[in-house]
């Protein structure tokens, strides 16, 4: 009796590995609402200290920066733009108005960081560590599209993907508004909403962000739920004022 010998099978192809993400993108989400004019000098000379901060921490990172209010709800003035080409803001682009559509900012930016992910991995793309923060002085207001239990399926569906969300608010509880909407209460922070409380508000997130782009580019691992590990010198400066 003759034994048939198998054909071997071919093996399959191999799928090329994507790099371990080296290269952070920063989603900033700031709220241009109304009731932000009170701070507006004092906004655009906090983030632009913090964009120096970062563009001078090197090339490894680029930023989407999105306002944000009920006339526009997504005006994107950079889109995956690599840091050291954002432009500082001014007050003839921050100009305050309208109310605070809070979810669907959040959850339009979100979906949108979303897309960017799944077209990097098609692509075979090195993928970016993400740290989505959100500014604002108001609670929500004025969504029509998403709700809070959209973003924060979002958010909480995200978090376990190793992104990271950060919020930053004022006038508000902003541990109770940001663990509603799916962040961290390690990485949620009042702010006071004057010039010594948003100077420190942008500081907080500067030497946190710095931190976390040496990791990201060092290969150091880090919990997505413990963003500020410089402190929260705003957070406390509220506690001391309240």
Known sequence: MTTKTPTPKTPKAKKPEVPTATKTHIYFVLDRSGSMASIANDVIGGFNTYLA??????????????????DDVHEVLADAAPIKTIQPLSSAVFVPRGGTPLYDAMGRVITEAIARETQLKGAEEPAESIVFVTFTDGEENQSQEFNRKSVFNLVKGKTKDGWTFVFMGANQDAYDSGTSMGVSMANSSNYIADSEGTSLAFQDLAMSMSRRREKVRTGVAFSAEEFFEAGKTADKDASSRA
């Open 53 to 70: 901060q970062q563009q001078a921490d090197g090339d490894d990172a680029v930023m989407t920066l999105v306002q944000f209010d009920s």
